[in-house]
């Protein structure tokens, strides 16, 4: 296996500083190589799921508030829409996704996506009227 050294780059507008290759190469001996790189999508994805669309990072563009994708009656939540995050925005978003995909389907005729005041006829009372959305976050949930 042939690895490149990388380097730290300058940070993004994020803070974040993404990796740099260098003009440096090490050889390893090795009969198996499992790789598990990375938290993005795999980009599968889109070749696998024809109209599923994806956000410019690569990762599954979902609904903020109802988790409903571009594909009628798919929802997504968790890492594969908001990227390497938290258990509890996960967590969060299956709940999100669980009162939308109740409302969705207790709806005749189906209709898609799944709006937020269809959501509100089937549970007025559910969690989901409360979460407040914090527009262009990864971080929705309080
Ligand atoms: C090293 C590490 C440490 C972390 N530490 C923390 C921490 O301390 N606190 C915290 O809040 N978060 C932590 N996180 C982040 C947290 O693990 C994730 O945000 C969370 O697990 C995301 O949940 P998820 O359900 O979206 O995805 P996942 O937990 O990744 O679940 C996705 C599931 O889908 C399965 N799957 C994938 N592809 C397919 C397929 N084609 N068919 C069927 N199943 C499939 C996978 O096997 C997996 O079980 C950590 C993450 C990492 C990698």
């Known amino acids: 296996m ?3 050294r ?4 300058e940070a993004d507008a994020r803070g974040r500083r993404a990796p740099v290759p260098l003009d440096e190469f090490v050889e390893l001996e090795c009969d198996t190589v499992i790789y598990a790189l990375g938290t993005k999508a795999n980009p599968i994805i889109n070749r696998a799921t024809p ?3 994806l956000d410019a990072r690569g990762y599954i563009a979902a609904d903020e508030r109802t988790q409903a994708t571009s594909l009628p009656g798919v929802f997504a ?3 594969i829409v908001t990227g390497g995050a938290t258990v509890i925005l996960a967590m969060s978003a299956g709940r999100r996704a669980a ?3 109740g409302a969705y389907l207790r709806t005749t005729p189906r209709r898609w996506p799944v709006s937020p005041e269809q959501i509100a006829a089937f549970a007025p009372t559910s969690a989901f009227a409360d979460i407040p959305v914090e527009q262009g976050s990864t ?3 309080s």
């Open 77 to 79: 939540g968790g890492d």
């Open 51 to 53: 109209g599923l669309n």
């Open 139 to 141: 971080h929705a949930m």
């Open 2 to 4: 042939r690895l490149q």
């Open 6 to 9: 990388m380097t730290l780059g």
């Open 99 to 101: 009162t939308a995909i």
